[in-house]
């Protein structure tokens, strides 16, 4: 499996920007999706955005659609998350994922990182 180390999050005013950045080990980045995912307090992980191993398909949820973009650097082993137009409920802690290719699952997951948007 990938290890999958996130950073970037923090503190922002609605309006707002941030840009999430995942590293992973390994050397078949390139053979892995990825995707982002949020848990805010109190509630269920929702998928936020994914992105297929050559970078060609992006994926989003509604809420994000237009305000967030998904992208990866098979050569640094990164995948980045741009969050435009921060909404306070955007405020979460945000995964990225990996999800080996031929399976349905993303089984390799980072720590998190926390996004606080204030109003």
């Known amino acids: 499996q990938v290890q999958l180390v996130e950073s970037g999050g923090g503190l922002v005013q609605a309006g707002g920007s941030l840009r999430l950045s995942c590293a992973a080990s390994g050397r078949t980045f390139s053979s892995y999706s990825m995707g982002w995912f949020r848990q805010a307090p109190g509630k269920e992980r929702e998928f936020v955005a994914a992105?297929?191993?050559?970078?060609?398909?992006?994926y989003y949820a509604d809420s994000v659609k237009g305000r967030f973009t998904i992208s990866r650097d098979n050569a640094k082993n990164t995948v980045s998350l741009q969050m435009n137009s921060l909404k306070p409920e955007d405020t979460a802690v945000y995964y990225c994922a990996a999800r080996a290719i031929g399976t349905i699952e993303y089984k390799s997951w980072g720590q998190g990182t926390q996004v606080t948007v204030s109003s």
């Open positions: 992105i297929t191993r050559s970078g060609g398909i992006l």
